[in-house]
């Protein structure tokens, strides 16, 4: 898919560009840094930004260590559902959680805080990861964007096979068309590309670049 007219009724969601998941970080996604120069200069071309944030309390449910015997990247369920656990990581107030210097903020519309519900994980944008009776609890950005008469969402950031795959298949389940801009995420896990294609293509979201993007 080529030529792709920005538009006025579209949103760009930078999905959590934050210290701790750039090399060196406490969860450091390979590359990510590398995704920065690409997002940085989207931004004042879309009438609508959003820049969400992991923002977890101390002692998060997500992380290892709240779970004695576990260590980093080990899977247990909670609510009926897997849950891999994490390093400790943009825990609130901290630097790792802050923004990106790098990362302009004057066209950010929105600053979306997830993941502050210490029992539950926050991956997407819309929606919380599976809580108490296996519900996902809206984060009203659906709203938010349909307040102001957005169609298509485009969603770069980290991690390409977490956050940002759960917020593409999220926004398309809301009913926006969507857009992964490929050249501006990197993934956790690369060996997972192919399950996160999948996942997308099964979500009915688009996989571009972002030199498809014209005004």
Not at 42 to 62: E, I, K, M, N
Not at 102 to 113: A, F, H, K, N, Q
Request: net charge negative.
């Amino acid at each position: 898919m080529t030529e792709i007219r920005i538009a006025p009724t579209d949103a760009l969601v930078v999905v959590d560009l934050q210290p701790d998941f750039m090399p060196g970080g406490a969860l450091p996604v390979p590359e990510g840094d590398a995704v920065v120069p690409v997002v940085a200069p989207l931004l004042r071309r879309f009438a609508t930004v959003v820049a969400t944030q992991d923002w977890h309390p101390p002692g998060h449910a997500s992380f290892a260590s709240s779970h004695p015997g576990r260590r980093p990247y080990d899977i247990i369920e909670r609510f009926g559902h897997p849950q891999v656990l994490w390093p400790d990581h943009c825990v609130q107030g901290t630097a790792g959680a802050a923004l990106v210097v790098d990362l302009p903020t004057e066209p950010v519309s929105l600053v979306l805080r997830k993941g502050m519900d210490p029992e539950v994980d926050s991956y997407s944008a819309f929606r919380e990861n599976y809580g108490p009776g296996g519900m996902r609890a809206p984060t009203g950005l659906a709203g938010y964007l349909r307040e102001r008469g957005i169609r298509r969402v485009f969603v770069c950031g980290l991690a390409r096979d977490f956050c940002v795959r759960w917020t593409a298949e999220d926004a398309a389940a809301a009913g926006f068309e969507t857009f992964v801009l490929d050249d501006a995420t990197r993934p956790v896990f690369p060996d997972a590309r192919e399950e996160t294609d999948r996942a997308f293509a099964d979500a009915g979201v688009h996989v571009v670049r972002t030199s498809d993007l014209t005004r």
